[in-house]
């Protein structure tokens, strides 16, 4: 296979996996913790009910953004025909994107949003990248 495609792949792949996961550890937590009255698909809903939950809520949040960025920058460092830890940051990056984006659409506390901002997308992806590095040797 092309480098060109495989790094294209990377990216997808990480994506898309890392969303899959992402997604699955949102849901799981809306499973374990439901929010009484609260439709978790419902942003509106959501929107209104953030600044009075207790922190606890905020934990599956955390571990999906954190987990999703780890595994989608693994993905594209073990995929990725070379560069792979720029491949692995660029899933962090996108992520990052996306936990701005989703914490202007959904209002949670600023102490969540300045850790899950801090913490959970570039260091992960860091660590995504340095883990595929190691299995790639």
């Excluded at 701005?100 to 997308?121: E, G, K, L, N, Q």
């Amino acid at each position: 296979m092309k480098p060109a495609v495989k790094n294209v792949l990377a990216i997808v792949a990480g994506w898309i996996l890392g969303s899959v996961v992402n997604l699955s550890l949102v849901n799981i937590g809306h499973m374990i913790m439901p929010i009484d009255g609260v439709d978790p698909n419902d942003m509106e809903a959501l929107a209104e009910v953030m600044p009075t939950l207790d922190p606890s809520y905020f934990i599956f949040p955390f571990l999906a953004h954190a987990l999703g960025t780890l595994v989608g920058a693994l993905i594209a460092g073990l995929i990725a025909a070379s560069h792979k830890k720029r491949f692995s940051l660029a899933i962090g990056f996108i992520f990052l994107l996306g936990g701005i984006v989703a914490s202007m659409m959904i209002p949670a506390p600023t102490w969540f949003v300045i850790i899950d901002i801090v913490v959970a997308y570039i260091p992960m992806a860091w660590i995504g990248s340095s883990i595929a590095q190691k299995m790639s040797k």
